[in-house]
């Protein structure tokens, strides 16, 4: 299985601040990267796909980079919403794994 | 904009097979995978297999022996069967609209099974 490595697990930040989370995978997966939100109770939403493509709906704020096996997602200004845990997962090879989440906390 | 609705057993007992069921309204199951995922505190986010309208399944090797992943085309649903529960399936259970070009981009709203003797 491709394992996926997040960093930080847990990120300490304020409103307006620029945050980055980054996601490592143990082989190429080309960019075949998605990036999640999920707030406490809830299912998880999908917010970016290949990597770098903004789900329909979801606030430009948001971006995604990266290919092979590096990629980050970054949120240009941090918003009250966007107090959450966020994972990334890779769809290149079957079993779909996920990184293990990123806690985005106020500070 | 589709919207998938699951239930099923919460509380098992450890041998038991775990049954849920998603339904799927707004959309057709033509042209997606339907998916199974399921989430602890300890592993994470954990995939578990796929089915596609046609019934084609593929599932996570760590749980082949004991999943079947099931369609039904005539009502929109789709199901997942686990057998030999154990507490480490313990777990909150989703349902999943996916493709190879996005990823999961739909989900249901979560199951919490708990397996306890």
């Known amino acids: 299985d491709i394992q996926m490595t997040q960093s930080p697990s847990t990120l300490s930040a304020s409103v307006g601040d620029r945050v980055t989370i980054t996601c490592r995978a143990s082989q190429r997966i080309s960019f075949w990267l998605a990036w999640y939100q999920q707030k406490s109770g809830k299912a998880p939403k999908l917010l970016i796909y290949k990597a770098s493509t903004l789900e329909s709906g979801v606030p430009s704020r948001f971006s995604g980079s990266g290919s092979g096996t590096e990629f980050s997602l970054t949120i240009a200004s941090l918003q009250p919403d966007d107090f959450a845990t966020y994972f990334c997962q890779q769809y290149h090879d079957y079993p779909w794994t996920f990184g293990q989440g990123t806690k985005v906390e106020i500070k | 904009q589709v919207h998938l609705q699951q239930w099923g057993a919460q509380l098992l007992k450890p041998s038991e097979t775990l049954s849920l069921t998603c339904v799927v309204n707004?959309?057709?199951?033509?042209?997606?995978?339907w998916t199974w995922i399921r989430q602890t505190p300890v592993k994470g986010l954990e995939w578990i297999g796929e089915?596609?309208?046609?019934?084609?399944?593929k599932y996570s090797p760590s749980l082949k022996s004991r999943v079947t992943i099931s369609v039904d085309t005539s009502k929109n649903l789709f199901s997942l069967n686990m057998t030999s529960v154990t507490a480490a399936d313990t777990a909150v259970y989703y349902c999943a609209r996916s493709t190879t070009l996005v990823g999961a981009s739909g989900w249901g709203q979560g199951t919490l099974v708990t397996v306890s003797s």
């Open positions: 707004g959309e057709s199951l033509n042209a997606f995978y």
């Open positions: 089915v596609d309208d046609r019934g084609s399944t």
